[in-house]
């Protein structure tokens, strides 16, 4: 059984920083790609992050050059460093992991098959 488990939410002011990291356990850490979601209320979960087995990164426009997505396999984790937080960061964050190899898809919650059970952050103004 595999499970994800999330740290490092929190409340945060306009402009400070935040680090989440996940751990996996009960699988094969190293074959999968990992993502960050995110969703804030009324609205749908939405594409955050994600890192592939071979390490390359992707992002959604709206946190490219703020937030980074790593991962440390011999720990089994990944982490997503945000910084320059916004009012419009706020949401709950999810962390997830797919088996597959991702492709032009990897933007996907349905791509996901594991989940973590969700970190509120909130960035006040």
């Known amino acids: 059984q595999v499970q994800l488990v999330e740290s490092g939410g929190g409340l945060v002011q306009d402009g400070g920083s935040l680090r989440f990291s996940c751990v996996v356990s009960g699988g094969t850490f190293s074959s999968y790609a990992m993502g960050w979601f995110r969703q804030a209320p009324g609205k749908e979960r939405e594409f955050v992050a994600t890192?592939?087995?071979?390490?390359?990164?992707y992002y959604a426009d709206s946190v490219k050059g703020r937030f980074i997505i790593s991962r440390d396999n011999a720990k089994n984790a990944v982490y997503l460093q945000m910084n320059s937080l916004k009012p419009e960061d706020t949401a709950v964050y999810y962390c997830?992991?797919?088996?597959?190899?991702?492709?032009?898809?990897?933007?996907?919650?349905?791509?996901?098959?594991?989940w973590g059970q969700g970190t509120q952050v909130t960035v006040s103004s």
């Open positions: 997830a992991a797919s088996p597959r190899m991702l492709g032009s898809t990897r933007y996907y919650p349905y791509e996901y098959l594991y």
């Open positions: 890192i592939s087995r071979s390490r390359s990164t």
